[in-house]
């Protein structure tokens, strides 16, 4: 998995806009699949589902 940090402006067209934004990079949809699934991530996961609500999405192709 590969994150960068950067500053973007986000205009919302349509819906309630987030409070933030995280992209993560992966070689496959296989392998961000298997990152998210993947029992060390979904005990974090789960602490995170606490706090708050969240949306989460696979991309392929940018």
């Known amino acids: 998995m590969q994150s ?4 973007v402006i ?4 349509e819906g309630p806009a987030p409070e933030a934004v995280a992209i993560a990079n992966f ?3 296989d ?3 298997a990152w998210y ?3 060390d ?9 606490k706090g708050a ?4 999405f696979v991309v392929e192709g940018l």
């Open 4 to 7: 960068s940090t950067v500053t």
């Open 10 to 13: 986000l205009e919302v067209l």
């Open 27 to 29: 070689p496959t949809i």
């Open 31 to 33: 392998a961000a699949l």
């Open 37 to 39: 699934r993947s029992p």
């Open 41 to 49: 991530y979904q005990a974090v996961a789960q602490h995170r589902f």
């Open 53 to 56: 609500a969240y949306r989460g």
